[in-house]
């Protein structure tokens, strides 16, 4: 029974070894999938953010362009612009952009002739386009600019300074695996954030509406397989603390079928002995309880049956002393059958020549008297003899009423 426990618990530890490698492997694959579902989603609505603003933005300065006072700010002494945050967008700054690319009104501050070299400058007079990445001239930031033009007098131009923008995303969508975002162009130059490469993280690629940039959110592989570590921790703890709680149990189980098995064990051998008489204690589980009543039944049964055995033995040993007796006293009447007839023979010669004796003498001879004492004994002799050949059964045994004083008087 041990030897079957022993292989149970070992068929158990096995089997929990191989499980919880399997879900090693499974807890990394599931943290790495969820990862990519999460850098996908947070990918998908950073560049949805992205392309809103980038729209917003857009349609801001086109509308701003179209604004009759802009043109004529141009033409004046001193102006003032405002500009603040545009969607996702929190550093920007609106200029007024002359043909030469001399700045003429700034939201902010002067700056006379910051962009006169900037390429953007001259295809931006003649459409609204979305150009970058550029080097703001401004803060040597990179940066996107959205221009519109004011014909005859220059572009309104509308800066975004790119270089926070991945943060701010990783802090509004980074959610709890801190995902850090990259903000490239199609031809893969970076604008925000810093490249990973593809074998160190886990990462997701979103199109932003309206430009030619991606958004990448990624994670690091690392750390989602550390994660996925952690979590595994925590489940192979309960696997195994499940596992001590089986070993105990089938100890416990063990040692509650075994204890009564032995004990039951011992008191059978104990209960073969003739001797004892106490039944076999019934306890442990149900099945060993019945077992003892069934081996106290048998035992009773068993002591019944050796108990009979033993009066059959004796009654067997009776019956052959009273077979011996009765072959001793049948031998011994045989042999007292043949004497008393032998005997009997003699006594007829005694008691026939005896009455020759007797008729020959006289009357009054005095030896009629002894010889008449002779015939009583030889006749006495004679009933001797008939008594036994009654006990060796060789002569019919005839009743006859007995007078006990004429016995006790012949004797005397």
Same mark, same amino acid.
């Given at each position: ?33 969820? +990862? ?14 992205? +392309? ?27 102006? $003032? ?8 967008? !929190? ?54 600019? $959205? ?7 220059? *572009? ?21 695996? @801190? ?37 990448? *959110? ?43 098995? @032995? ?10 002995? !003739? ?6 204690? #019934?306890?442990?589980? !149900? ?34 002393? @009273?077979?011996? @007796? ?28 005896? #009455? ?20 009583? +004994? ?30 006790? *008087?012949?004797?005397?």
């Amino acid at each position: 029974m041990r030897a079957y426990i022993g292989t149970l618990l070992l068929v158990i530890l096995l089997t929990t070894v191989l499980t919880t490698a399997f879900g090693l492997t499974r807890t990394q694959d599931e943290a790495v999938s969820v +990862a990519e579902r999460d850098a996908r989603f947070a990918a998908s609505l950073g560049a949805t953010d992205l +392309a809103e603003s980038v729209a917003e933005l857009r349609s801001f300065v086109e509308k701003t362009a179209a604004n009759p006072g802009v043109g004529a700010a141009f033409a004046v002494a001193e102006c $003032s612009l405002s500009f603040g945050t545009v969607g996702v967008f !929190a550093s920007t700054h609106l200029d007024l952009v002359r043909t030469d690319g001399s700045v003429r009104c700034s939201s902010a501050g002067p700056a006379e002739a910051a962009y006169r070299d900037a390429a953007w400058v001259p295809a931006s007079l003649g459409t609204a386009r979305l150009a970058g990445p550029i080097v703001d001239a401004r803060t040597g930031h990179v940066s996107a600019v $959205s221009t519109a033009p004011v014909p005859g007098r220059g *572009a309104v131009a509308a800066f975004i300074d790119l270089t926070d923008v991945a943060r701010q995303l990783g802090e509004r969508l980074g959610g709890t695996r @801190r995902l850090a975002f990259v903000l490239s162009t199609g031809d893969g130059t970076v604008l925000s954030g810093v490249a990973v490469a593809t074998a160190d993280a886990v990462q997701a690629d979103a199109i932003i509406a309206g430009t030619d940039w991606h958004l990448r *959110a990624s994670a690091p592989r690392a750390a989602v397989l550390r994660t996925a570590a952690e979590v595994f921790a925590q489940q192979a703890v309960v696997t195994l603390g499940g596992l001590l709680v089986i070993f105990l149990a089938t100890i416990l189980v063990y040692r509650g079928i075994s204890d009564p098995i @032995r004990r039951l064990d011992r008191d059978v051998t104990r209960g073969m002995n !003739a001797s004892v008489t106490e039944p076999l204690i #019934e306890a442990g589980p !149900a099945e060993i309880r019945q077992l003892a009543r069934n081996f106290n039944s048998l035992i009773g049964k068993a002591r019944d049956e050796l108990a009979h055995r033993e009066r059959s033995d004796e009654q067997a040993r009776q019956l052959t002393a @009273r077979l011996d @007796r009765s072959q001793r006293m049948e031998s011994l009447g045989q042999l007292a059958g043949g004497v008393a007839h032998d005997f009997n023979n003699l006594l007829a010669v005694i008691l026939n020549y005896t #009455e020759f004796v007797r008729d020959a003498l006289p009357g009054d001879s005095p030896v009629r008297e002894d010889l008449e004492e002779v015939r009583r +004994a030889a006749e006495r002799a004679a009933d001797l003899t008939r008594q036994l050949l009654i006990f060796a059964r060789r002569e019919v045994m005839k009743l006859e009423l007995l007078d006990v004083n004429a016995v006790v *008087a012949g004797l005397e």
